[in-house]
């Protein structure tokens, strides 16, 4: 679950770290009283919104004076911002938070993700803050170091201070920086995060350590122990379609693709979308109904695809074991009933009950073509598409 930098940083500020919250506003008409409650100018507004890259997509603004301060508000505020992150449809920004400006005197970048490979949380810090740590990584990627963290202990005091000393921070205000390091660990500890990234950290005039920005996301497996949070969740930044399939328990991600993949199982969902990139294609999403889905949920995440207007064709691979063939043959032939089907359908179809699936579909009245191999199932939805696009 993402959350808004703001309420990144009420977490981060309840947990003793170094941070300025600032004041939340939705309508223009909430400015003059949110700019009583913050000191004297400058000011910056920045949009929030689930992405990052702002500032260069124009959705930070520093304002010097009241008029400025209005005058960016009314521009950001209901402006559809753009940015890598948001992909080329942007996002809309429904809130803008609005903070006294800081002097620094130098940006920072720290985070803390989990190390998959290691299974440990990795904190990860470099010299090079205020700029994207994807572009950061590909130009320069020995600008960014590693600390791997052992989750039993959290960052011991020796870790922090050789991280203090290899950012070149002055020695006086260690304390303040090493507890700065240290905090910013346990809370991804506390809170089943699965990140917490402050971009950039900053060096205040007074040698301390200053989180200018944050970004927390929360792993949805651990927010059963964290139910306080879940009111910070923002459904307009949320895909609607994965709302809508999660209420079914279904598994389902968008993605930027044409080609829609119904799946069992998340490694042959991911071996399937690999499958059509192989052969040119693009998968629209990510979609796994799982080893005990019904033919109603079947059906409900054939609904869940076809609602998407950028499919053009629809690749149905089921390797069948719990999860029994014929009901997924019968979920996309009650699908194809209630939803009008008008993009080319491929199915392939192996395992439990396949003999029964193949003949539901065969005496259906469903038009579709059957592929024996998921390599030839791919090749035949991508060629599908392309067709389509002649």
């Given at each position: 679950m993402k959350i808004h930098e703001y309420q990144a940083k009420e977490i981060l500020s309840a947990r003793g770290l170094p941070v300025e919250v600032g004041v939340v506003i939705s309508e223009l008409a909430q400015l003059d009283e949110a700019l009583q409650k913050i000191s004297s100018g400058p000011w910056v507004i920045k949009a929030q919104i689930h992405a990052g890259g702002r500032g260069k997509a124009g959705g930070v603004k520093l304002a010097k004076t009241t008029r400025e301060t209005r005058e960016w508000a009314k521009q950001i505020l209901g402006m559809n911002l753009v940015s890598p992150q948001t992909g080329p449809q942007g996002k809309k920004v429904r809130k803008i938070l609005i903070a006294p400006a800081v002097e620094y005197t130098r940006e920072l970048y720290v985070s803390v993700v989990l190390d998959r490979k290691n299974q440990c949380p990795v904190f990860l810090y470099s010299t090079e803050g205020g700029v994207e740590i994807e572009e950061l990584a590909a130009t320069k990627p020995q600008a960014i170091q590693r600390v791997l963290i052992d989750p039993a202990q959290g960052m011991l005091p020796f870790q922090a201070r050789e991280i203090y000393f290899n950012l070149n921070l002055p020695k006086e205000n260690i304390a303040q920086g090493t507890k700065v390091f240290q905090r910013l660990v346990q809370?991804?500890?506390?809170?089943?995060?699965?990140?917490?990234?402050?971009?950039?950290?900053?060096?205040?005039?007074?040698?301390?350590?200053?989180?200018?920005?944050?970004?927390?996301?929360?792993?949805?497996?651990?927010?059963?122990?964290?139910?306080?949070?879940?009111?910070?969740?923002?459904?307009?930044?949320?895909d609607p379609r994965e709302m809508e399939a999660a209420k079914s328990g279904l598994s389902y991600i968008s993605l930027n693709g044409d080609i829609g993949c119904l799946v069992n199982g998340a490694g042959l969902a991911m071996a399937t979308a690999d499958a059509i990139q192989y052969f040119g294609g693009t998968p629209a999403n990510f979609l796994d109904v799982g080893g005990g889905a019904s033919t109603a949920s079947v059906t409900h995440a054939f609904k869940i695809i076809l609602s998407d207007s950028r499919v053009k064709a629809i690749l149905v691979n089921i390797f069948g074991g719990i999860m029994k063939c014929d009901v997924i043959a019968q979920g996309i032939i009650d699908a194809a009933k209630q939803v009008k089907l008008n993009v080319p359908l491929v199915i392939r179809l192996e395992g439990t009950n396949v003999d029964k699936g193949k003949e539901l579909l065969k005496s259906s009245s469903l038009n579709y073509k059957f592929a024996d191999s998921l390599n030839t199932a791919a090749k035949e939805v991508v060629l599908a598409v392309q067709g389509a696009n002649v």
């Open positions: 809370t991804f500890l506390d809170l089943d995060l699965s990140l917490i990234e402050i971009n950039p950290m900053v060096i205040l005039k007074s040698g301390e350590l200053f989180c200018l920005d944050a970004k927390i996301m929360f792993e949805d497996n651990g927010l059963l122990r964290h139910a306080e949070y879940l009111n910070m969740r923002d459904l307009d930044e949320e």
